[in-house]
């Protein structure tokens, strides 16, 4: 070997591998529409900070078992500011409790609304305290922004949506306390998406 190529060579083999400086946020989620696009609406203000949003559309328990998977098989390196937020909604699934402390034990932050993400959505609009199930949730969104439901995917202009982000932090706050002094922390309606939104914002 010429002595110019096994200098680049040894280059090559001293050379580490690149890795971004900035906060890194996995965030996985049981919704495939309405939470990437929402969240890469919020990446977009991002300096500091790179989100990776992993969506499977599976049930709380199997997408904290993927988190786990994917964590372990990428070296995910919390000392490093690394973060796993898991996001998912309350619903009807059956292990949801289950999922909620297999994520304590792995150390993973988590985004949960009762009964679902449009919750979240709403608080960027209004205060809302009705205890609805899912589907009159989801309808009172659209009442709110019909761009939600005229197109497929259930999207709207996010980008516009987190123009009010601090103000829909701060009425989850007041809906949680409002569930604490009824007996049920996170009864509906309740999301603590708000968490996840100002750590990104903290670190952006």
């Not at 989801?138 to 259930?154: A, M, Q, S, T, V």
């Not at 202009?157 to 809906?175: H, V």
Request: include cysteine; proline fraction near 4%.
């Amino acid at each position: 070997m010429a002595k110019a190529a096994r200098h680049r060579a040894s280059k090559l083999k001293r050379r580490k591998a690149f890795r971004d400086p900035r906060a890194v946020f996995h965030l996985f989620s049981e919704g495939k529409n309405s939470e990437p696009l929402y969240f890469g609406a919020v990446g977009r203000i991002l300096k500091n900070s790179v989100i990776r949003f992993i969506r499977t559309g599976a049930s709380p328990d199997a997408l904290v078992k993927y988190a786990i998977s994917e964590a372990r098989s990428r070296g995910v390196e919390f000392t490093k500011g690394d973060q796993v937020w898991i996001i998912f909604d309350r619903d009807e699934h059956a292990h949801f409790d289950a999922a909620i402390e297999a994520c304590d034990r792995n150390n993973f932050k988590v985004a949960r609304s009762n009964p679902c993400f449009e919750v979240w959505l709403i608080l960027h609009v209004e205060d809302f305290h009705r205890p609805d199930g899912r589907d009159e949730v989801y309808k009172h969104f659209c009442n709110l922004r019909p761009d939600y439901k005229e197109g497929k995917g259930r999207e709207c202009n996010f980008s516009e949506l987190i123009g009010s982000i601090q103000t829909a932090e701060e009425r989850a706050e007041k809906q949680l306390e409002q569930r604490r002094r009824e007996g049920a922390p996170f009864g509906r309606p309740s999301t603590t998406v708000h968490e996840l939104t100002r750590t990104l914002r903290a670190r952006g």
